[in-house]
């Protein structure tokens, strides 16, 4: 079993900035990929900003030059530096990883439950 938290969600005033962080626990042989998606209400899950095990990342053109993905292979954690925050950040975000877990031969996709940011005066 892997899992998945969130953590550093919360309210923020526009402009301002928030990091969230994600770990992931459990069986966990290695981990490829991860990410940050993201779901405001009304609309479909997107890609926020990815990054692969060797540190290669890839962002959402409207989060480009403002959120940074970055990760720490040693702790099984990647983060969210998000700067210039602006109300249409508003969503609940989500972490994701591929992972392969012990006595597996494939990777698997797992996701966190999610924590919630909402950009407001």
């Known amino acids: 079993q892997v899992q998945l938290v969130e953590s550093g969600g919360g309210l923020v005033q526009p402009g301002g900035s928030l990091r969230l962080s994600c770990l992931a626990s459990?069986?966990?042989?290695?981990?490829?990929?991860m990410g940050w998606y993201r779901q405001a209400p009304g609309k479909q899950r997107e890609l926020v900003a990815t990054?692969?095990?060797?540190?290669?990342?890839n962002y959402a053109d409207s989060v480009k030059g403002r959120f940074t993905i970055s990760r720490d292979n040693a702790k099984n954690t990647v983060y969210l530096q998000m700067n210039s925050l602006n109300p249409e950040d508003t969503a609940v975000y989500y972490c994701?990883?591929?992972?392969?877990?012990?006595?597996?031969?494939?990777?698997?996709?797992?996701w966190g439950q999610g924590t919630q940011v909402t950009v407001s005066s």
């Open positions: 994701n990883a591929e992972v392969l877990r012990y006595g597996s031969i494939s990777r698997q996709n797992y």
């Open positions: 459990g069986s966990i042989f290695r981990i490829y990929a």
């Open positions: 990054i692969t095990g060797a540190g290669s990342t």
